[in-house]
């Protein structure tokens, strides 16, 4: 089935710093990729998103390029803020079964002043 | 409406008693999805309405949970006999259509649910 692994965390970085989050997966398909953000107390929101191969989603700074040959979709941002401190979920959505997400579990990022 | 609505936003219960969630989605999305958030299972899929029809209900724990969805808009989700591993947030997500390319899902805040 598909499934979703991702880069443990807790993560906590200073302002300014470069920031790498490893998301791979496994689908049966051809899956469409997802980055949702879970800010403290709100619920979750689309980051960014990929649809095929060697797309490259970006929003707020965030990137991420779909990488069929290593199955991977890592988010990247060059230089993280305060206010980018939150949960992020890395999910695909299966072309075959276009219909749920399956997540990753989730990486808690802590951006310090 | 602006986004995706779910009531209550939290909900404590007892072990046993029936609870019923509610999600009212974004207006003209026919698509809802049903998932749970757990400290123990992180980001859960349960179920997912295609206009009031469920054609996947692969994802519900168990015979004690059930949804249902009327005109095509809110969706109730069920627990009977409430259990402490029940205790999650139950989030709801709509989209335009399920498939794929218009699935772009936006999400509720989600009903914290505990079980004492």
């Known amino acids: 089935g598909d499934s979703v692994t991702q880069m443990e965390g807790p993560v906590t970085l200073s302002e300014e710093a470069f920031l790498t989050i490893n998301c791979t997966y496994t689908?049966?398909?051809?899956?469409?990729l997802f980055w949702y953000v879970q800010y403290p107390g709100e619920g979750l929101q689309l980051l960014l998103k990929?649809?095929?191969?060697?797309d490259k989603g970006s929003n707020k700074g965030f990137e991420a390029t779909y990488r069929k040959e290593t199955t991977s979709f890592h988010l990247e941002k060059g230089s993280v803020q305060v206010s980018d401190s939150a949960v992020y979920f890395c999910a695909l959505s299966d072309s075959g079964s276009a219909r749920q997400l399956t997540f990753g579990s989730g990486t808690q990022l802590t951006v310090l002043p | 409406g602006a986004g995706v609505s779910q009531s209550p936003s939290n909900k404590v219960t007892e072990k046993g008693k029936d609870v019923e969630l509610r999600c009212d989605p974004i207006?003209?999305?026919?698509?809802l999805y049903w998932y749970r958030q757990s400290l123990g299972q992180g980001l859960e899929f349960l179920i997912y309405f295609q206009g009031n029809s469920a054609p996947d209900k692969s994802g519900l724990p168990s015979d004690r949970f059930s949804a249902e969805r009327t005109g095509g808009s809110v969706s109730t989700l069920t627990i009977q006999r409430t259990q402490q591993e029940d205790s999650a947030v139950y989030l709801c997500?709509?989209?335009?259509?399920?498939?794929?390319?218009?699935?772009?899902?936006?999400f509720g805040p989600g009903t914290r649910l505990t079980v004492l």
């Open positions: 997500a709509s989209s335009l259509e399920s498939s794929a390319g218009r699935n772009e899902q936006f």
């Open positions: 689908a049966t398909g051809y899956p469409s």
């Open positions: 207006s003209g999305h026919t698509a």
């Open positions: 990929a649809t095929k191969a060697d």
